[in-house]
């Protein structure tokens, strides 16, 4: 059985740092992502990883962001450094099993499964 479960959201102040992990259990996953969502706003994709190593970043998260797949844990992490008050959102973890051209990792209607999300509030 497919399943995600995020962890590691919180409260910060701004210019503070957080970690989410995302538990990966089930399935062989070509694309795997973090896609966040603020109240009122639309979904939208925050960082990606892909089967073959490659990262794929949101302009708003670059250089501050770093996601990474640990292997033997089985977690797709995130790194957030610099927070800052626009960042608060709810962060869900997404995953899809056929690999995405470069083009669509942000696309959340291509990710077939996804976490319940993890709250991240960063006040100023």
């Known amino acids: 059985q497919v399943q995600l479960v995020e962890s590691g959201g919180g409260s910060v102040q701004s210019g503070g740092s957080l970690r989410l992990s995302c538990a990966i259990v089930?399935?062989?996953?070509?694309?795997l992502a973090w896609f966040r969502q603020a109240p009122g706003k639309e979904r939208e994709g925050v960082a990606a990883?892909?089967?073959?190593?490659?990262?794929y970043y949101a302009d708003s998260v670059q250089g501050r962001f770093t996601i990474s797949l640990d292997s033997a844990k089985n977690t797709l992490d995130l790194q957030m450094n610099s927070l800052k008050p626009e960042d608060t959102a709810m962060y869900y973890c997404?995953?899809?099993?056929?690999?995405?051209?470069?083009?669509?990792?942000?696309?959340?209607?291509?990710?077939?499964?996804w976490g319940q999300g993890t709250q991240v509030t960063v006040s100023s």
């Open positions: 997404g995953a899809r099993l056929f690999r995405l051209a470069r083009g669509n990792w942000n696309n959340q209607e291509l990710y077939s499964y």
């Open positions: 089930g399935g062989n996953y070509q694309n």
């Open positions: 990883f892909r089967s073959d190593g490659a990262t």
